[in-house]
């Protein structure tokens, strides 16, 4: 343990693994808009055949909008989460590395949903993205408990009542994701609808401001 | 309400939704870039194969700068916005990542124009160019709205005048950008020029410093 | 020497050194994802074909992994480094640089041993894999030096102990990576352990916290 | 001007424009190593075919490793920049602009010099490459005279000796690469040595540290 890790300094971490994290967020949500291509039509009547490319494009766009929701509400909670932490570990570092891991993986199993949601290889490709969330829920719930298990890294004027609060709602993503993922076999618009319901609840849990 | 939400913690939340943003902004201006492609020239001639390959790509220069500029010009009013923010809210955390989810959205519209520019198409293309920029002006003032309406993330001091100059700036904007988008079915030139006047405005707007 | 470079001068300056050193890794990281691509599946029988090619993708995976927790490591211990630096100096700047540049390479290298693997060209690209951390850790040395050399750039408090074990801990660096490069010709799976078992080093080395 | 433009503010305001620029640096060189493509060979004699294959690559690698050290010496010199500045303008920011979209086009100049280095076309993508740094160097100068035209944005504290310095400095940029860009049509060598004889020039003269 060195002298130099006063408040400040561990301010300054904390700040820096923010940081970090911050930009692997807008990153992977700024990258997003990558798969928008201009599409190349050459024909004679282009108006209608600019709309028509444009039109079939919609599984991109679909893709597009709900990766960056997906992801924003994940960088809205992750900023929740770390509104309480005052120190950083290496537990921390590594269980956050494995999150936004995961994270920068949405676009990925996203556009797999969007391309094959019409097709019969769609059940698989909503099991895949259902399962996506299952780790994301487990790098959630490492980084918050290498931050506040008996309190190590958690800010001392933060109430036990708001540490308890994260924790308890934390415990309902990896099951919840693991019966999303199993129901995707049986029926892919019950899944997507199990997803979309833990959104809005991930959307309104961060906490009162 | 947490008591660590103190004016400190208060303001290292804005600090860290401004990194945040600079982030999307800052990327989404360098991945502009990735368009302009080398050419391949092998023929004998080749300096003025190349001379002309160049040449050639002259929409997609046009589409790098007005792309850049207008994120550029984006950013710092997003930057005057923000000056007058000190506090963080969930509303504004989702409206400002609508805003940058359709500011990274400009590079595949401004694409769209400088493919279409010249073509049957370019109309159309026009039109959601102008179209993306209404969003974009919905985004700004939600985000402003979220942050301005009873002074509620205002900080405690900026004179009243300041904030109500920036809501009387923003109103123009729907309007405005809805009229640009009807032209463009008309007369896209007189929809380009409403845009580029409104461009030259947020550019002096953003307040005096 | 400018009256400027007051203690808080000094802190801002390493503090956006650290920032853009952050850019550089969370932009690396972010960019990994890039090279996942949504296989493109037409058949009749699409569930076996898209499970067939997501699994032919594996090398891909196993790149993306690989790629991220090494880059996520190397960033941990760059964390850890730059705790102990108060100030920058240009030799600092410009061998940090060299260290990003290096870091950058590791997901080409890393997709080179993915393609090759079991191909006849494996033990070359391994080769070329261990040759790229001879660099890195070239890099990290330099870095370390340019801050550590007669305690130049390290901060008053930092106990002299602290300083040695880094110094001590990053000498093993270049010589055991030229073990791996030249173990590659010969077994390629030794290579790898070696490679391995210095990853887990460096994870646990960067310092008590 | 608003009564919230304190020291505090205005220190709030030059931190943010770093940090975009920061990440416009970042993001630039490590946008590189997209360039550096895992090459395909599939015939049988593969260790050789894939020696041969990385080896035919070598432009890339001259364009990587060079675009890289050039945009850190800019960022090196921008650093040293905005040591001196303590607040920020309209001007500032827009002419900030303009440097770094300059900033972002070096790796699309670096490659078509490597792409063209031994064909005919050479002299015309050499002088290409040449003509961007004048942008750049505008961009500079464009951006310093914003900050120290009457030491408008200048910190307090900061000796008039260093200003001069950074102008004086400066002011060599626009006639040496036109001098260069003329150069290349007659002698590209010898506009290479001029550019590097200045990045070297660049390199040191940020100012003592």
Known sequence: MLETETKHGAEKETGRLEAFSDGVYSIAMTLLVL??????????GIPGELIRALVAQW??????????????????????M????????????FSNGFLLMMTTVVPFTTGLVAEYLQKPGGRFATAIYCASFVFI???????????AHNRRLIR?????????????????GVPSYLVATACAFINPALSMAIISALWIFWSITPGKE
């Open 35 to 44: 798969d928008l291509k201009v599409p190349h039509v050459n024909g004679p």
């Open 156 to 172: 001392s004027d933060v109430p036990d009542r708001a540490v308890q609060t994260i924790t308890r709602n934390y415990r309902f």
């Open 137 to 147: 829920s487990v790098g959630y719930n490492l980084t918050w408990h290498s931050a």
């Open 82 to 93: 770390f509104k309480l932490i005052g120190k950083v570990s290496r537990g921390l570092m």
């Open 59 to 80: 599984p991109s766009y679909l893709a597009f909008v709900t990766s960056f929701f997906t992801i924003l509400i994940m960088w809205v909670n992750h900023h929740a």
